[in-house]
């Protein structure tokens, strides 16, 4: 297989395509999952304040206690 046949594969036909956008998105997980667990090494020691929010967060806490 030469140069020119791999370059057909991946930019002309839809096969080709398709490998290169689940290659992106495989390595663009796998960056985000390093920079997440970099990030919260980093700051495992901050407290947490009554007016922060978290994605994950419920919505219950506030309902029973009132």
């Given at each position: 297989?030469?140069?020119?046949?791999?370059?057909?594969?991946?930019?002309?036909?839809?096969?080709?395509?398709?490998?290169?956008?689940?290659?992106?998105?495989v390595?663009?997980?796998?960056?985000?999952?390093i920079?997440?667990?970099?990030?919260?090494?980093?700051?495992?020691d901050?407290?947490?304040?009554?007016?922060?929010?978290?994605?994950?967060?419920?919505?219950d806490?506030?309902?029973?206690?009132?």
């Open positions: 297989m030469d140069f020119e046949q791999i370059y057909h594969f991946l930019f002309q036909t839809y096969e080709g395509i398709g490998c290169m956008v689940g290659a992106g998105i390595i663009c997980l796998i960056a985000c999952i920079m997440e667990r970099r990030t919260r090494k980093l700051f495992v901050r407290p947490k304040t009554e007016d922060e929010w978290s994605l994950f967060d419920d919505d806490d506030e309902d029973n206690q009132k």
